[in-house]
Structures are given as C-alpha cells and as structure tokens.
C-alpha cells in the first residue's frame, strides 16, 4: 500500500450493546450483512439547498435537511441518513456549527444523503420491531463509528476508520470533520472463519467459536502454549497450536488491511496525517 499514517493502528473493543446496535441500524445499511449492492453514500456535488428564511437557525438546519432528504430519489431507494457539511448564513460561508447564529435573509446546507434498498431497510425495521423496539432515527454505520471512535482533531486533521465486519470491510475516511468516503471491500470476518474452518477441518460453527476464543490475529504475539482442543484428530496428529492458527488469521487480516488502503489510494489520499482505528 502506498498510503503512509504518521501515528500507529488503534483498535477497539466495542461494547457488546454497541457493537449489536451499529450492526442492527449500520451494517445493514452499508451492505455488511444484507449484502446490498446498491447503497449509495451519494455527494449532493456540494451544490446548496437554498431555504426559506423562518425564525431560528435551528429551525432551518432542520428544515434544510428534510428538504435534501424527501429529494426525489427513485422508487426503489430510501434515503437513510442526509449529512450536513456546510452552512451558509447570509454572505458568511463554510458554517460547521451555526447553532446560535441569526440568518437575516438566506440560509444554505451543503450536504451528502447516504441512500439504499427500501427492501433491505424496512426489512431491518421490520427486525427491530419484531425485538419490540422503537427506531427514532437511523444512522449509516460510517458515520456513527465516526462520532464513537473519533475525536473532533481527528476527524478536521484526517483519519481511517476500518470496520471488519461479518461479509464486508468497510473504509471511512474523515477530513476537514466531514465524511470523505466510505467503500467496502469483500473480505472481513467471515473469510477468516473459513480459513479457520479449512485448516482445521472442522464446521463452520466450531471455527467461529475457535476464532472468538482463541484466534489471534498477529502471529508474534500469539501463544505456542495455548492448544486448539478439537476431536477430530487422529492418534498420531499434532494439536495445532495459537500461534500456528494466527499464520493463517495475520495472512488474511494483513491482506484486509492492504486493501483498505488501497481504497484510500485509489481515492487520491496518499498519505493519512491522522489516526487509522481497526475495530
């Protein structure tokens, strides 16, 4: 990869609430689990939205919003999510936070809207119904991972945030505090599972256990001492070992990482000045 990061990886730990939540209301959508091919994280070419002048900014930040986001989009997409990333109140422009501020006469917003299969979206709420849940909002899983993991400096100063989930990668970039691209990449968790399940000859349920127990995913710091237990080896056959195991898993996790940063690449961003975070 040509990509260059001035400071090291940082991985986390999601809490496991957490972490089922953005899966339920944001992999979904970005296509980890429903494997939607059509999700759109759609730049609206920086053009403003013009809105009518009402009492506060609050009341046209809103308003701009909804206006981009009930936008013609087509019969079969939804829109998920619209993200603002500029205001513009009177002749002042490139507002992050106008809250606070008085609009005397023209207030814009500047926005992405993240758009995907009203298919695969009502069959999510359908999900969360059936969990008798309430959905008030809905969040693209780049986006929320971005206000979770981030900081402020990190987003303004520009930052990776690469999500392996179960059948997807996903690659966000954030720069100038603003979402500047999210891309997936078809190898995540479930290609490691396989693996697993391959060197080991053992079913696919059992490898995903092996994997969250006792995976690792670099070789040098995994254990020669800890001993994959299986039943299924002859007399005569060595037990494979933590370490042994991670050869493969570092082999597949390294390839993931390459190819985030090819992404990144191929998007023009050749060096990442900030954070890249692995979760």
């Known amino acids: ?27 979904g959508l970005l296509c980890a689990e429903a494997r939607a091919r059509d999700t759109e994280y759609k730049d609206l070419g920086r053009k403003p939205l013009e809105v009518p002048m009402r009492h506060t900014v609050q009341e046209e930040s809103e308003t701009g919003k909804k206006r981009l986001q009930n936008s013609v989009v087509g ?13 513009r109140l009177d002749d ?10 008085t609009v005397h006469n023209a207030f814009e917003v500047t ?16 999900s969360i119904e059936n969990l008798r849940l309430d959905c008030n909002e809905t969040f693209c899983t780049s986006h929320a991972l971005g206000e979770l993991l981030l900081n402020d400096e990190e987003k303004d100063y520009g ?3 690469i999500d392996i989930g179960a059948g997807l990668t996903t690659v966000s970039y954030f720069e100038d505090g603003i979402l500047q691209l999210s891309q997936s990449i078809e190898l995540a968790g479930e290609d490691i599972t396989r693996t697993i ?6 079913p696919l349920k059992r490898a995903e256990e092996i994997k969250v127990t006792q995976g690792h995913a670099f070789y040098d ?5 800890v001993i994959i237990e299986l039943d299924n080896l002859e007399p005569d056959e060595e037990p494979y070992t933590q370490k042994e195991l991670a050869d493969y898993i570092e082999e597949i996790v390294e390839e993931i990482i390459l190819r985030s940063f ?13 954070n890249v975070v692995l979760t």
């Open 92 to 101: 002042i422009e490139n507002i992050r936070k106008p809250k606070g501020m």
């Open 262 to 274: 090819d992404v990144l690449r191929k998007a023009g961003i050749n060096r990442v000045k900030g």
């Open 1 to 27: 990869a040509e990509c260059a990061t001035s400071n090291p990886f940082r991985a986390h730990l999601l809490h496991p609430l957490t972490s089922y939540l953005l899966t339920s209301f944001g992999s």
């Open 159 to 161: 930052s990776v945030i």
């Open 111 to 126: 926005g992405n809207r993240v758009l995907t299969s009203k298919t695969h979206l009502h069959t999510i709420y359908k």
């Open 75 to 87: 019969d079969e997409r939804e829109v998920v999510q619209v993200i603002p990333d500029y205001y």
């Open 221 to 225: 710091l995994a254990s020669p001492q």
């Open 197 to 202: 399940s391959d060197v080991l000859n053992v």
